[in-house]
């Protein structure tokens, strides 16, 4: 039996380390996402592109002020507009807002704040859908970037450029985040860029998938696809996005740039059900995802566990290939965050890495075991409970 259990840790710690190296291979052969140099010319589009860039905003967040003026900053070779979307001027985001369309404008870009008094399971779609509503038609380009991302010096050449045939309606960047002030913020930083779950690298394995903090969709597209609105009931607007444009045979794709969000000063509670609300979106909208979680994203500490067990508890004959599974693992899990990091342009030491490691893991299996034991997901203060097809529901209160 014990035999048996050491042969089961090995096998699964190869299972792990190759998907792992897979997911580097073809990171390394796509380019990775980074924070990029400027684009080539063949990524940067012409000036005469016209482009709407939609930033939805609910609440008062850390440096709001700082991440929405920094609109005004990006990199950029073609014509935006810029359209605010906060659900009224009793938001705690609207004074944010307001400072940050009066620093724009005096940059000489155009833009306004868009009070949309949205009502739906997901807000973030329904704030987007009145914002595009209420802009002049004749934008090629949408934009969306959400309000905890800086976008200084951010450049949007790489992102527009990513859309480079007309094959693709969307293009996505990587989020990372870039000052965490806590321990919670350290571990959630970690998972999205010293883990497997890191999305430079989940994009190689899951080339289908699409996360909206920062992305880019043509407008026809948008069109094909019944616009915002059609998101509202999903609280997973991205991931249904990505699939509605799968289905009118429309590809999304990874962008060369990373989105930095500014997002800090979170406790464990409030890290570990936002990750356990993104995996609940994947129980709900993907669920054949799902068992990827403790087999493949987060699973080294469950498979080191495993290994040392069946070493403690077997023969001599058993102790070397369990001993093996936990080598590689660790080996296999210490590359793929080295790796994840390079590609999120953030540097650490061999030490603080080793940290982030566990600390990632550790925060993926916690909100994995709450995504799984509760259905119940407050977003923005809104509690939602799954319906069949993925689709959220607010709950009556």
């Known amino acids: 039996m014990s035999h048996d259990a050491s042969s089961f840790a090995l096998a699964w710690a190869l299972a792990y380390a190759s998907c792992a190296l897979w997911a580097v291979i073809r990171s390394w052969r796509a380019g990775g996402a980074s924070s990029p140099s400027r684009p080539s010319e063949a990524q940067s589009p012409a000036s005469a592109l016209r482009v709407l860039l939609l930033r939805p905003c609910a609440g008062l967040e850390p ?71 209420s802009a002049p038609r004749g934008e090629e380009l949408v934009v969306v970037a959400d309000s905890d991302v800086d976008l200084e010096d951010a450049p949007l050449d790489a992102l527009v450029g990513a859309l480079s045939d007309d094959s693709i309606g969307a293009a996505w960047a990587a989020p990372i985040e870039i000052q965490p002030t806590t321990v919670a913020d350290r571990a959630s930083a970690a998972v999205l860029d010293a883990s497997l779950h890191a999305f430079p690298l989940l994009s190689a394995l899951d080339p289908s998938g699409m996360v909206g903090k920062l992305f880019v969709i043509r407008t026809d597209a948008l069109a094909k696809v019944g616009g915002f609105g059609a998101l509202t009931t999903h609280l997973g607007e991205d991931m249904e996005l990505a699939r509605r444009l799968r289905e009118v045979g429309l590809k999304t ?26 995996i609940r979106v994947v129980r709900a909208q993907r669920p054949h995802l799902l068992p990827t979680y403790p087999l493949l994203l987060c699973a080294a500490p ?20 369990a001993l093996t599974a936990a080598g590689l693992t660790v080996v296999a899990r210490v590359a793929t965050g080295a790796r994840a990091r390079a590609l999120g342009g953030r540097t650490s030491g061999a030490r603080a890495l080793v940290v982030d490691v566990v600390l990632a893991d550790a925060l993926l299996l916690v909100a ?30």
Request: net charge positive; aromatic share 6%; hydrophobic share 50%.
């Open 63 to 133: 440096e709001l002020d700082r991440t929405l003026a920094s609109t005004a900053r990006a990199r950029r070779a073609f014509a935006m507009d810029v359209r605010f979307a906060v659900e009224s001027h009793r938001d705690a985001a609207a004074p944010s807002v307001d400072r940050a369309v009066d620093v724009l404008e005096r940059a000489g870009v155009p833009a306004s704040a868009v009070m949309t008094h949205a009502r739906a399971a997901n807000r973030k779609a329904a704030q987007l859908a009145r914002a595009h509503a």
């Open 368 to 397: 994995f075991a709450r995504a799984c034991l509760t259905r119940r997901t407050v977003w923005r203060g809104v509690h939602l409970l799954p319906e069949a097809g993925g689709r959220f529901t607010e709950e009556a209160r």
């Open 253 to 278: 794709t990874v962008a060369p740039l990373v989105a930095r969000s500014r997002a800090q000063g979170r406790a464990w509670g409030a890290v570990i059900e936002r990750y356990a609300r993104w």
């Open 302 to 321: 469950l498979i080191v566990t495993a290994a040392l067990l069946a070493a403690l508890a077997g023969s001599a004959g058993s102790g070397p290939g």
